[in-house]
Nanobody, 127 residues
């Protein structure tokens, strides 16, 4: 069994910062790309940021939604099976439930990467 558990959500004033964390645990052989998505009430779930695994010489390539470029930074610690989202200069429109996503190859004999989601963490930015 594999789990993704997010933490770090909460209430922040506009212009403030939050750091979200997501830890993957369970029967894990390898983790591929990891990312953060968000869903506001009445809206579809959308990509916020994504990061590839990287290798010995690099930390992985990143991709961001245009709305968060220059304000949010995604990073990961492969040794800890953890992905982070540093949210700076937050705006009220960033208010949403933020979900962690990861492509995980299980160590139970299952072949290939499967997609997993966390349960979500609420981020509220007040104006």
């Amino acid at each position: 069994q594999v789990q993704l558990v997010e933490s770090g959500g909460g209430l922040v004033q506009a212009g403030g910062s939050l750091r979200l964390s997501c830890v993957a645990s369970g029967n894990i052989f390898s983790i591929g790309a990891m990312g953060w998505y968000r869903q506001a009430p009445g809206n579809q779930r959308e990509l916020v940021a994504r990061i590839t695994r990287g290798g010995m010489a690099n930390s992985g390539s990143t991709d961001y939604a245009n709305s968060v470029k220059g304000r949010f930074t995604i990073s990961r610690d492969n040794a800890k099976n953890t992905v982070y989202l540093q949210m700076n200069n937050s705006k009220p429109e960033d208010t949403a439930v933020y979900y962690c996503n990861a492509d995980i190859w299980r160590s139970d004999g299952t072949i290939g990467y499967l997609e997993y989601w966390g349960q979500g963490t609420q981020v509220t930015v007040s104006s």
